[in-house]
């Protein structure tokens, strides 16, 4: 059973840091890797960012590039998120997500709140 947990969300200042965590348990480690997407009420969930197992590749989303960095250890199955530079748009639930034998599992999400 594909399980992720999420962890690290909060409440900090505009500028402000937050590590997200997300611990995965019950796949194995192919070629998706994981990622982080985010999620703010009435709008899609968007891509923020990804790495693979294999090869450390990452990708990022345009608004978060030079901000945040995605970061895994893959013998824990854990990949963690450190965003820095908070700004008040990067308010959201935050969801990682695995992929494995052809399906998506989501983590139940942490909240980010960026606010003065």
């Known amino acids: 059973q594909v399980q992720l947990v999420e962890s690290g969300g909060g409440l900090v200042q505009p500028g402000g840091s937050l590590r997200l965590s997300c611990v995965g348990s019950g796949f194995s480690l192919g070629n998706y890797g994981m990622a982080w997407y985010r999620q703010v009420p009435g709008k899609e969930r968007e891509f923020v960012a990804s790495?693979?197992?294999?090869?450390?590749?990452?990708l990022y989303a345009d608004s978060v590039k030079g901000r945040f960095t995605i970061s895994g250890d893959n013998a824990k199955k854990t990949v963690y998120l450190q965003m820095n530079s908070l700004k008040f748009e990067d308010t959201a639930v935050y969801y990682c997500?695995?992929?494995?034998?052809?399906?998506?599992?989501w983590g139940q999400g942490t909240q980010v709140t960026v606010s003065s």
């Open positions: 997500k695995t992929r494995d034998s052809g399906f998506d599992y």
């Open positions: 790495i693979k197992w294999s090869g450390g590749d990452t």
